[in-house]
């Protein structure tokens, strides 16, 4: 629970106490310090770069098809220095500065435990057992199996993160207007 709904959930209720208190103090002394502005900043970062993430995974799987039946097409026959699946490779890498990136504004942001765990979880996938399992897939079908069934998986946790993202995003502007 954020800072934010602990206070909304006392103000609803009716409750008060330290802890009510406390997450009216720290909300304030943020706003004070300007961090309400750069929370927002990043929360607002946040979501964009998992809007990239789930898009640049689309496009991922285009490039992981294009490049295995390029591969098939051509076998031996293709031009010296051509590895078709370079664009996927590349991109790959990209998406896992991307996944870095995610992290870093989530814990800026702080969208929640379970939200900045699963950014964890993303950066882990992207960083770590993507390119395990990518190297892995070279002596063994199995591996690549599981390399492509990971990346599907980083695709869902982005948009789980994303679709949170915006529930929170909606649930601070329901709450300015009122």
Avoid at 18 to 33: C, I, L
Avoid at 51 to 76: C, E, R
Wanted: with cysteine; net charge positive; proline share 2%.
């Amino acid at each position: 629970m954020t800072e934010n709904q602990a206070v909304t959930g006392s103000a609803a209720t009716g409750t008060s106490g330290p802890a009510a208190v406390s997450a009216s103090a720290v909300n304030h002394q943020d706003e004070k310090n300007g961090g309400g502005s750069l929370r927002r900043g990043a929360a607002a970062g946040y979501r964009w770069l998992l809007l990239v993430f789930v898009v640049a995974g689309v496009v991922q799987i285009f490039l992981a098809g294009f490049g295995v039946f390029h591969l098939h097409a051509y076998g031996l026959d293709a031009p010296a220095g051509d590895s078709a699946l370079d664009p996927h490779r590349t991109l790959g890498f990209a998406m896992g500065g991307v996944a870095l990136l995610i992290l870093v504004l989530a814990l800026v942001a702080r969208p929640g435990v379970r939200a900045i765990v699963w950014a964890v979880v993303l950066v882990v996938q992207t960083d770590l057992l993507q390119s395990l399992l990518a190297g892995l897939g070279d002596n063994g079908a199995v591996w690549g199996g599981l390399h492509a069934l990971d990346g599907l998986l980083a695709i869902a946790v982005a948009c789980y993160l994303y679709g949170k993202a915006l529930g929170l995003s909606r649930g601070d502007r329901a709450r300015a207007k009122s």
